[in-house]
């Protein structure tokens, strides 16, 4: 028996040490972290979790709200498991109103009914490319017994609601392919390419060669110049939704052969546009072309019709969509994720009331101050995000004991040979994930750097010496 509690007693003793030791390991390498000159003026946070049972290691300011960038996917990812299930899936639907006569001459329209699919048209998956999609549409129009359609082709996107831009965006970023909001209609991830021809020297004017897919409704005024050899793609556009006029500024480095990216600017109008030339190329006239929800209630025209369903489009499951969402850092995807909560929940579909919601779970579920989520979209691209690295360790902390763990686990990129989510917007740096160490040990740890100066480059290669600590 003396012998038992002896071992029992070396085990704790050794297991104490080996926590203490890596928990001061931790401490000294942040302590180096806070005293380099990149830090002189900066927020920052780190709290480390034993992943297994919730004891917290390290945490230094780990009440201290920080704008999180991108590390707030991982929120917004857990909360969609928990509110929709690994398995959910959007139904985007396709129907006609008015009467249909023996010869195929459709006296009405032809409805898309969007209700939030952030991958209608996405190149990431087989069943959402656009020549997919819209070979569908057509097949099931055709099937329907459609030769002409007297009316238009509209786009219904009213499930979000009008605004589709979070309030705390910010202008240089909303007309870009990261910032295109969150519609109920969304095609091709909400963007398209532009290709550029740098001049001969820097600071001469940058050429459009060619618009991908082309885009005849949009307007360019491209004030683009050429830059020097190795800046870059420095070129930003700007856009309202609804609009058709799109500024190009910024620069194009010499050197560089690569689209940019613009947001398009009203996704379920392109989506109604496509739809319709898929149609007259194949011989199905549209006599009135093509519209969107939000156009007509712009143009003070109310839509209430009876609808005659001919298909369905489902998304891939949640599960498969939150993989692009983090691995690639989807906004788009966050934003809607977002929304999707409210609708399912019969709430108003607004960011605002959504990012609520969002704070009500994790109170309820974790007890989570929400004072510690003080957020303001799904993705984290506002820079009016505040977010405690405590509350984030939590949260990432707890969901492992969940069945759907291992998807939400593999969505999570892999830098400095970590398991962990970045997060960056103008000098924010953050990482939030797990590792398992070389003592066998597995952790979770959220890590946030706000208003540091100098290169990101060079932050991040300090922040990865302190994470290296875990290892």
């Not at 409704?217 to 491209?222: A, I, K, P, S, T």
């Not at 003070?300 to 005659?308: F, G, T």
């Not at 977010?387 to 902390?397: D, E, G, N, P």
């Not at 000098?427 to 750097?449: K, R």
Request: aromatic content about 12%; some cysteine.
């Amino acid at each position: 028996m003396r012998y038992l509690a002896t071992l029992l007693f070396l085990f704790s003793f050794c297991l104490v040490k080996g926590q203490t030791s890596l928990s001061q390991k931790i401490k000294q390498a942040y302590e180096r972290l806070e005293a380099d000159p990149q830090m002189a003026f900066a927020s920052a946070s780190l709290t480390v979790l034993n992943a297994d049972n919730g004891e917290v290691l390290f945490s230094k300011n780990g009440t201290m709200g920080l704008a999180p960038a991108s590390s707030l996917k991982t929120i917004t990812a857990a909360t969609a498991f928990y509110l929709l299930g690994a398995d959910f899936v959007y139904e985007t639907k396709l129907a006609y109103t008015g009467s249909l006569s023996p010869n195929g001459v459709l006296d009405g329209d032809i409805y898309i009914l969007g209700v939030g699919d952030p991958s209608l048209g996405s190149w990431r998956f087989d069943q959402t490319k656009t020549e997919v999609v819209l070979g569908a549409w057509l097949n099931a129009i055709k099937n329907a017994g459609i030769k002409q359609i007297k009316g238009q082709i509209i786009a219904d996107d009213h499930l979000f609601g009008t605004q589709i831009i979070p309030d705390g965006w910010i202008w240089q970023d909303v007309g870009n392919y990261y910032g295109g909001g969150a519609s109920s209609l969304s095609w091709r991830e909400n963007q398209f390419d532009v290709r550029m021809q740098p001049g001969a020297k820097v600071g001469d004017s940058v050429q459009i060669k060619g618009v991908f897919p082309a885009m005849p409704y949009l307007q360019f005024v491209n004030e683009v110049r050429t830059g020097k050899a190795g800046s870059g793609d420095q070129v930003y556009a700007y856009v309202t939704p609804n609009s058709n006029l799109i500024y190009l500024r910024g620069t194009y480095a010499i050197d560089l052969n690569k689209p940019v990216s613009p947001a398009i600017p009203d996704p379920a109008l392109d989506l109604a546009y496509r739809l319709a030339d898929t149609l007259k190329i194949a011989g199905i006239s549209v006599a009135n072309g093509s519209s969107s929800w939000r156009k007509l209630q712009s143009e003070k025209i109310s839509l209430n019709p009876s609808y005659r369903l001919i298909h369905t489009t489902r998304s891939p499951n949640l599960s498969a969509l939150v993989y692009w969402f983090n691995r690639k850092s989807i906004n788009l995807y966050g934003e809607n994720f977002l929304k999707t909560f409210a609708w399912k929940k019969g709430n108003p579909t607004s960011t605002a009331a959504a990012v609520s919601l969002v704070k009500d779970f994790w109170q309820e579920k974790l007890n989570i101050d929400p004072r510690s989520l003080n957020i303001y979209d799904g993705s984290g691209l506002s820079p009016a995000n505040r977010v405690t690295t405590q509350s984030m360790a939590r949260i990432l902390q707890f969901v492992r004991k969940e069945s759907w763990y291992a998807p939400f686990y593999e969505s999570l990129p892999v830098y400095n040979q970590m398991k962990m989510k970045s997060g960056s917007i103008a000098d924010v740096l953050a990482y939030a994930g797990y590792h398992t160490n070389a003592a066998g040990q597995n952790l979770v740890f959220s890590f946030i750097i706000n208003n540091y100066n100098g290169t990101t480059v060079g932050i991040r290669q300090k922040m990865f010496k302190v994470l290296d600590e875990l290892k």
